[in-house]
């Protein structure tokens, strides 16, 4: 059973261009969480998606920042016209449930950003 | 606003010693509390986690302890191992699902 996929795992992007992360839950997961890693900070939560719903944003910035989870396909985490101050590691987490199964988030090899 | 805190960015240890790690926290309304294990390209795992309704949690070499009084808590790894060389984060929450992470602590097992 294959683990969480995340791709690209490093992008590079000139300010003002878009970035596309894309994260790809593990079989049989219908939860997927998206959580960013500043330098020298721990992991911030992002969102909380199920499929074709978001269930809670409230980590994510409010303007250049969405991310949806498509009925087929992966989840997408977009970033609008990149600043330098977007680069960080975002990873990726899916679970089978909803509730109190924490150990059961299983996170992704993240996605390097580097916004020149 | 970091509400969990790791102020140890890096600890050495040797191997068969103990290592300990420790994690504050300042959100009293956090009832569930984690350490994930991370190593160098990877997504961290999850390790061991305790409710706000106990003090200790075992499993295996891991040890949690959580004071909530002082809204503390630590891991206590024994014996290291060298292949518990990893960046440690603590994480706690409030809800069901949305976990806050300390910056994490770098472990070092020597042989």
Known sequence: ?116 | DQQVKQNSPSLSVQEGRISILNCDYTNSMFDYFLWYKKYPAEGPTFLISISSIKDKNEDGRFTVFLNKSAKHLSLHIVPSQPGDSAVYFCAASENDYKLSFGAGTTVTVRA
């Open chain 1, 1 to 116: 059973n294959a683990g969480v996929m995340q791709n690209p795992r490093h992008l590079v992007r000139r300010r003002g261009q878009e970035a596309r992360l894309r994260c790809s839950p593990m079989k049989g997961h219908s939860h997927v969480y998206w959580y960013r890693q500043l330098p020298e900070e721990g992991l911030k939560f992002m969102v909380y998606l199920q499929k074709e719903n978001i269930i809670d944003e409230s980590g994510m910035p409010k303007e250049r920042f969405s991310a949806e989870f498509p009925k087929e396909g992966p989840s997408i985490l977009r970033i609008q016209q990149v600043v330098r101050g977007d680069s960080a590691a975002y990873f990726c987490a899916s679970s089978p449930l909803y509730g109190r199964a924490y150990n059961e988030q299983f996170f992704g090899p993240g996605t390097r950003l580097t916004v020149l």
